[in-house]
């Protein structure tokens, strides 16, 4: 298989699965563009008790100063703090917040991912690798449980691995406004 057509930022598979899944987990930068695009599938899911978790960079500290730095505006952290503050108030507002956990990361993941019903044969864990200062679309793939169990597996453990580091959201940052 050519390298492009495996690495592609190709969805399509993950985006038919998502409203359906029980299992959802989502790692990155700030998830600002992914959160808004699937924050309609995600009330769904959530209302159906699916569980949610997703990890972030902290938007406190130095790790926005980091995320900037890897970027193509390394002169602007504010930016990844707004766009962090931002999908916490998207995941916030959710009408039904039992089943979602958010975990805060404190430094900046090396790769964007969301897995779906990854325990499951059927699941699937979608991968954006992570670039420096790199102005184009970032290469990315999809892997199948079934097909490729060994890397599904990885890449899960990953995100169990991120996820032990991280801290809890808190009150302060759900609602900075009440904690000046």
Sequence with gaps: MPGGDFLSGDTKE??????????????GVTLNRTMRSYVNDLRKALER????????????????????????IPDQPDV??????????????????????????????A?????????????LVHVELGGHRSPGPTPGFTLSNRRDHQWCQYFVAEFDRLWEVAREVTDIDWYPARHP
Excluded: N, Q
């Design 14 to 27: 993950f985006d038919a699965r998502i409203s359906r899944s029980l299992d959802l987990r989502f790692a």
């Design 49 to 72: 008790g699916a569980s949610v978790k997703v990890l972030l960079i902290d938007p406190a500290g130095p790790v926005p100063e980091e995320a900037a730095r890897r970027s193509t």
């Design 80 to 109: 990844f703090e707004h766009r962090v503050r931002s999908t916490l108030y998207l995941l916030r507002d959710l009408p039904v917040r039992e089943h979602l956990e958010v975990r805060l990361l404190p430094f900046v993941p």
């Design 111 to 123: 790769f964007m991912m969301f897995a779906l019903d990854a325990g499951d044969e059927d699941g």
